[in-house]
């Protein structure tokens, strides 16, 4: 298992995500999101990950996600395009260790469905 990979680039991405803070989440909403007419259901504000399972109001994330660290909606990736290219790489070196980002699932869930795992390999 790759479960040291996915722990490092899980700490860098953490990292990238608090030095350029791009929802500025106050009282549970993202203060950056303004489109009107998002294509994904949300109010204006509502977190992305509003109806996680995984996901407390006032905790935040109770997992460590790597799928939801290196995804970011398109008018933050708009807003900050240096964020956006670096986690883009971050989410390529997942690929290249061969682990299947499984979308709001934990890291064990995530490491248990890696493709490398489903081969057999290490």
């Given at each position: 298992?790759?479960?040291?990979?996915?722990?490092?680039?899980?700490?860098?991405?953490?990292?990238?995500?608090?030095?350029?803070?791009?929802?500025?989440?106050?009282?549970g909403?993202?203060?950056?999101?303004?489109?009107?007419?998002?294509?994904?259901?949300?109010?204006?504000?509502?977190?992305?990950?509003?109806?996680?399972?995984?996901?407390?109001a006032?905790?935040?994330?109770r997992?460590?996600?790597?799928?939801?660290?290196?995804?970011?909606?398109?008018?933050?990736?708009?807003?900050?395009?240096?964020?956006?290219t670096?986690?883009d790489?971050?989410?390529?070196?997942?690929?290249?260790?061969?682990?299947?980002?499984?979308?709001?699932?934990?890291?064990?869930?995530?490491?248990?469905?890696?493709?490398?795992?489903?081969?057999?390999?290490?």
């Amino acid at each position: 298992m790759n479960m040291d990979k996915y722990s490092e680039i899980y700490v860098k991405a953490d990292a990238l995500i608090k030095q350029h803070d791009p929802c500025n989440i106050k009282d549970g909403w993202c203060t950056k999101y303004s489109r009107d007419d998002n294509p994904y259901g949300k109010k204006q504000g509502e977190l992305c990950c509003h109806g996680c399972e995984h996901h407390s109001a006032k905790r935040g994330c109770r997992v460590k996600a790597l799928s939801c660290k290196l995804w970011l909606c398109g008018t933050i990736r708009d807003k900050y395009p240096v964020l956006a290219t670096a986690l883009d790489k971050l989410y390529s070196e997942t690929i290249m260790a061969g682990i299947n980002l499984c979308f709001r699932r934990s890291k064990s869930f995530t490491m248990q469905n890696s493709w490398k795992n489903k081969k057999g390999g290490t």
